[in-house]
């Protein structure tokens, strides 16, 4: 269950960081209470996933696949550019959240 949890943290901080650009630097209503209902989900749901689940590795799962979702839904719908270097930046945290669940999570 606490991956679970995990990914409704992560989900809800991809939903929350996706919708700061509408938020115009806060001075739009609707998608700042959106942006902060989806931020209070991401850390409610990631303390109930620290229960069960080592607090580095579920940490570093949400950051990184996160940013990696992010740079995903930037470049698919925000018209940002996608370049080599965030391709490669991306794999290499992709990879060390591997690395971790490998050997960080037992």
Known sequence: MAYVFLLIAISAEVAGTSLLKATQGFTRLWPTVGLALAYLLAFGMLALAV???PVGVAYA???GLGTAAIVAIGAAFLGEPLSLSKVIGVGLIIGG???LNLGGAH
């Open 97 to 99: 959240v591997v690395v």
């Open 51 to 53: 229960r069960d689940i």
């Open 61 to 63: 799962m949400w950051s």
